[in-house]
């Protein structure tokens, strides 16, 4: 509740302001418009690869596949201007592959260490729309930043080892905060621009359905806790230990994808 009165406010004070310099300005109700929306997300990690982890080792990331559901309030502040807050739940995170593979006559080495992130977030977006109508087609381009509030988090670790004829063995470890440190190892806020295109069918001058394809990029790294030091055993050097984020850097940054499909409704 306290989130859908502080982007009402907002779009309270950002309306009336603009309304100062019309001659006939509408009501801030007038002008407002409400767009529930559902969609598919598609996440990844900027900067994942944890460096000085295996150095001979292949690294591959995919995608983490989610629904995402959001409201969505617009306000006309200029004839093709306006600004736009809401309130989303959104899950970012991947799945990391580290492969280190040595083949030879009288040798096999396949290991294998896969790390998945998921990390559900409270979104409040801020952004401004350009549009431009054509018949009963609106096109319109977004631009603007968000401000997340971390509601879950998600790490898990696999490896597995197959080395030679001595067998395998997985082991998994569920880990959402430092058990050393007693602290949650994720950031607990994440923020970022975004930007977006779109495309609305207008059905009556108060109804339209929307598709809007956006891209958000974090600039909070998401490890509160590590950085990345390496350790080495000082009995052999070769052998070291990498604080970072539960096998991906702790420099790992969100980048997310979403496509949106929406009805709009103008009062």
């Known amino acids: ?7 009402v406010f907002i779009l ?3 309306t009336n302001y603009s309304a100062r310099g019309q001659d006939n300005p509408q009501s801030f109700l007038h002008r407002l418009s409400i767009t ?3 969609g598919f997300s598609f996440s990844k990690l900027l900067n994942a690869q944890t460096p000085s982890r295996c150095d001979e080792c292949t690294f591959e990331q995919k995608s983490l596949k989610d629904v995402n559901y959001d409201i969505v309030l617009e306000v006309n502040v200029a004839i093709r201007w306006s600004v736009i807050s809401g309130y989303s739940t959104v899950t970012k995170g991947t799945e990391a592959e580290y ?3 040595v083949v030879n006559e009288t040798y096999f080495e396949n290991k294998k260490t896969i790390v998945t992130v998921k990390n559900s977030y409270n979104v409040l977006p801020l952004w401004v ?3 431009y109508t054509v018949d009963k ?3 319109f381009a977004d631009a603007g930043f968000y401000y997340a509030f971390l509601k879950n988090s998600q790490l898990n670790f696999r490896y ?3 080395s030679g004829y001595w067998g395998s063995f997985d082991r998994t470890a569920n880990a959402g905060y430092d058990s050393e440190t007693n602290m949650y190892s994720t950031n607990a806020s994440d923020y970022g621009w975004m930007v977006g295109l779109g495309l609305e069918f207008v059905i009556t001058p108060a109804l339209g359905i929307q598709f809007n394809p956006q891209v958000s990029v974090g600039l909070q790294k998401l490890d509160r806790v590590n950085s990345n030091r390496v350790i080495r055993s000082p009995n052999d050097l070769r052998d070291l230990w990498v ?3 539960f096998g991906v850097s702790s420099n790992s940054r969100n980048v997310v994808f979403s496509l949106n499909f929406g009805l709009r409704y103008k009062f």
């Open 1 to 7: 509740m306290k989130i859908v009165i502080a982007v």
């Open 12 to 14: 309270l004070n950002i």
């Open 36 to 38: 529930p929306r559902a």
């Open 99 to 101: 492969e280190l593979l």
């Open 129 to 131: 729309r350009y549009r």
């Open 137 to 139: 087609f609106d096109f």
């Open 160 to 162: 597995t080892d197959f």
């Open 243 to 245: 604080e970072d984020y």
